[in-house]
């Protein structure tokens, strides 16, 4: 396809190294293709052997893990009318095991996690505190293997009834068969998020809770767990005086998943966190990080708005020219909006302009 460029004595800078691409699309994340095939591989036996006599949810779980083998190397390819340029937008799986994906999701956490905590530190209330605060159990109960989903939905348990007795919306309290209960007469207003972690080969299983709440002495907090729990004694808490480093602390648990030595370990990963969520909140935080529903944007061009045209699915490495469309969308500042409206639609048909401002990978680095 010829190209011309909108600004030869312009935008002359270490881009112009490769002018005809506007967007180089970075297929390979922190797993290889290879790495990804052969885990997408053992899912599907794995599924196939679970849903042998379910026809219809084996096909589904082989579309799924399909899209982890293929994530981020296809999109829709669309082309302006008017402008004669072309557009793609990527696809992922959002799925569990996915390094890509669970960066994209991180992010948006981090940030609506930040939105939350920030009106705390600037309101917090006399004796209160933000802090980190780590829980975790012997991993010698797992003799080197790898916990079940019954031990992991357990130890969600054990933190969930940790953080309701002292950090939850209301007081909690110790009945007398020994269970933890919210006194509804007692609005306390603590809050938390929590996030589980596997370290030491993925066998020790812990959880990294941000919370807001009073000041306890590590002392009853210890006590408490090792009651909860039936005699574990992982407990660590830190206060934090920054909305930005409470956000991140949370967050980065969730972009980078397990790195297994064993491919068979991320089998057993799956099938532990099954109907689990990555990051988990309660008290007044509470369903805050639930995601709106937004209407997507109709397709159209950012410089001209004419509807775009649907040219199909592609392999994004088989694409030399295009522009992200999201990116475009989102920065239209970036691409002088503006001036090239009134200059890409007189350019002949099928010819991409260079001189566009690069459009940066999808992924964060």
């Given at each position: 396809m010829p190209t011309i460029d909108l600004f030869p004595n312009e935008h002359q800078?270490?881009?112009?190294?490769?002018?005809?691409?506007?967007?180089?699309?970075?297929?390979?994340?922190?797993?290889?293709?290879?790495?990804?095939?052969?885990?997408?591989?053992?899912?599907?036996?794995?599924?196939?052997?679970?849903?042998?006599?379910?026809?219809?949810?084996?096909?589904?779980?082989?579309?799924?893990?399909?899209?982890?083998?293929?994530?981020?190397?296809?999109?829709?390819?669309?082309?302006?009318?008017?402008?004669?340029?072309?557009?793609?937008?990527?696809?992922?799986?959002?799925?569990?095991?996915?390094?890509?994906?669970?960066?994209?999701?991180?992010?948006?956490?981090?940030?609506?996690?930040?939105?939350?905590?920030?009106?705390?530190?600037?309101?917090?209330?006399?004796?209160?505190?933000?802090?980190?605060?780590?829980?975790?159990?012997?991993?010698?109960?797992?003799?080197?293997?790898?916990?079940?989903?019954?031990?992991?939905?357990?130890?969600?348990?054990?933190?969930?009834?940790?953080?309701?007795?002292?950090?939850?919306?209301?007081?909690?309290?110790?009945?007398?068969k020994g269970k933890i209960r919210e006194d509804r007469k007692r609005y306390q207003?603590?809050?938390?998020?929590?996030?589980?972690?596997?370290?030491?080969?993925?066998?020790n299983l812990h959880s990294h809770i941000l919370l807001y709440g009073p000041w306890?002495?590590?002392?009853?907090?210890?006590?408490?767990?090792?009651?909860?729990?039936?005699?574990?004694?992982?407990?660590?808490?830190?206060?934090?005086?920054?909305?930005?480093?409470?956000?991140?602390?949370?967050?980065?648990?969730?972009?980078?998943?397990?790195?297994?030595?064993?491919?068979?370990?991320?089998?057993?990963?799956?099938?532990?966190?099954?109907?689990?969520?990555?990051?988990?909140?309660?008290?007044?935080?509470?369903?805050?990080?639930?995601?709106?529903?937004?209407?997507?944007?109709?397709?159209?061009?950012?410089?001209?708005?004419?509807?775009?045209?649907?040219?199909?699915?592609?392999?994004?490495?088989?694409?030399?020219?295009?522009?992200?469309?999201?990116?475009?969308?989102?920065?239209?500042?970036?691409?002088?909006?503006?001036?090239?409206?009134?200059?890409?639609?007189?350019?002949?048909?099928?010819?991409?302009?260079?001189?566009?401002?690069?459009?940066?990978?999808?992924?964060?680095?």
């Amino acid at each position: 396809m010829p190209t011309i460029d909108l600004f030869p004595n312009e935008h002359q800078t270490a881009f112009d190294t490769r002018p005809h691409i506007n967007e180089f699309f970075s297929i390979d994340g922190d797993m290889s293709n290879m790495e990804r095939s052969f885990l997408a591989d053992l899912l599907t036996e794995v599924s196939d052997e679970e849903c042998r006599f379910d026809y219809k949810k084996q096909d589904r779980q082989r579309i799924k893990n399909d899209r982890f083998r293929r994530c981020g190397q296809q999109g829709s390819r669309l082309t302006c009318p008017q402008c004669s340029l072309n557009y793609y937008t990527r696809f992922f799986c959002k799925h569990k095991l996915c390094d890509r994906c669970s960066r994209i999701y991180g992010q948006g956490i981090r940030k609506r996690i930040k939105k939350l905590v920030t009106p705390v530190f600037a309101n917090k209330k006399k004796g209160w505190t933000v802090a980190l605060l780590t829980l975790s159990e012997s991993s010698a109960q797992y003799r080197g293997r790898y916990p079940n989903p019954d031990e992991y939905k357990a130890f969600n348990r054990h933190v969930a009834e940790f953080c309701r007795l002292w950090y939850g919306k209301f007081r909690g309290t110790w009945t007398k068969k020994g269970k933890i209960r919210e006194d509804r007469k007692r609005y306390q207003g603590a809050g938390w998020f929590a996030v589980n972690e596997f370290g030491q080969d993925n066998t020790n299983l812990h959880s990294h809770i941000l919370l807001y709440g009073p000041w306890i002495p590590h002392k009853k907090l210890l006590a408490s767990w090792i009651k909860i729990t039936g005699g574990h004694r992982g407990c660590h808490i830190q206060p934090i005086r920054n909305p930005e480093v409470a956000s991140n602390y949370v967050s980065k648990y969730i972009t980078k998943p397990p790195r297994f030595l064993d491919p068979n370990t991320a089998i057993e990963f799956v099938v532990a966190t099954h109907r689990q969520r990555r990051i988990r909140s309660g008290g007044i935080f509470y369903n805050g990080l639930k995601l709106d529903k937004v209407e997507r944007p109709p397709d159209s061009c950012p410089f001209c708005m004419e509807p775009l045209r649907h040219d199909g699915v592609c392999n994004l490495t088989d694409s030399e020219y295009g522009l992200n469309l999201k990116y475009v969308r989102d920065h239209r500042e970036l691409f002088e909006a503006d001036e090239f409206k009134s200059m890409v639609r007189f350019l002949p048909r099928g010819v991409m302009p260079i001189g566009l401002p690069e459009c940066p990978s999808l992924l964060p680095n």
